[in-house]
């Protein structure tokens, strides 16, 4: 099985802040990567597929970039809103897998 | 406006049996790729189970040989047999679309009592 490895396990920013969260797989997935938001209580939202494309109706503060093993998401501006939880998923070969998620917290 | 809405979910003993059921609206479920994930209570993401456009399916190796995904096109629903199931079980289920997840459900919870 292909593992995800997300870090930091979590983030403390300010409001107004710009973040980075990464993503790693522990093998070749090309562009077969996607992000998540996930807030308490709620359904994961899709952000990012393919690696770097938003999804219809996503602000673009949220941009990912990355290919092979190597991952990131940048959130610019933050938002009293962003601060959630984020998570990677491969979606290369099966099993599909999830990152442990990055909790983004306010500072 | 595309929507997907599990149901089923609930308290069962260990070893017991449960179906979900996925509605789906505003697309068809047999023209893409449906997953089911899983959150147990204060964990991340598990995927479980996906069903391709063509009808082949794929578990994780947790609930392979206990759980079954299928779809009725006629309703256009999804659903996931549970079998055998076990405490680890408990979670809250996802009726995802898409192999990127582009749509997902709002979840329904399953319990199971030891």
């Known amino acids: 099985d292909i593992q995800m490895t997300q870090s930091p396990s979590s983030l403390s920013a300010s409001v107004g802040d710009r973040v980075t969260m990464t993503c790693r797989a522990s093998q070749d997935i090309s562009n077969y990567l996607a992000w998540f938001q996930q807030k308490p209580g709620k359904a994961p939202k899709s952000l990012i597929s393919?690696?770097?494309s938003l999804q219809r109706g996503v602000p673009s503060k949220f941009s990912g970039s990355g290919s092979g093993t190597d991952f990131t998401l940048t959130i610019s501006s933050l938002q009293p809103e962003d601060f959630a939880t984020y998570y990677c998923?491969?979606?290369?070969?099966?099993?599909?897998?999830f990152g442990q998620g990055t909790k983004l917290e306010i500072k | 406006e595309v929507q997907v809405v599990e149901s089923g979910g609930g308290l069962i003993q260990s070893g017991g049996s449960l179906r979900l059921s996925c509605a789906a609206s505003g697309f068809i479920v047999s023209s893409n790729y449906m997953s089911w994930v899983r959150q147990a209570p204060g964990k991340g993401l598990e995927w479980v189970s996906i069903?391709?456009?063509?009808?082949?399916?794929d578990y994780a190796d947790s609930v392979k040989g206990r759980f079954t995904i299928s779809r009725d096109n006629s309703k256009n629903t999804l659903y996931l047999q549970m079998n055998s199931l076990r405490a680890d079980d408990t979670a809250v289920y996802y009726c995802v679309r898409g192999r990127d997840g582009y749509n997902w459900g709002q979840g329904t919870l399953v319990t199971v009592s030891s």
């Open positions: 998923q491969q979606y290369n070969s099966y099993p599909y897998t």
């Open positions: 069903i391709y456009s063509g009808g082949s399916t």
């Open positions: 393919a690696a770097s």
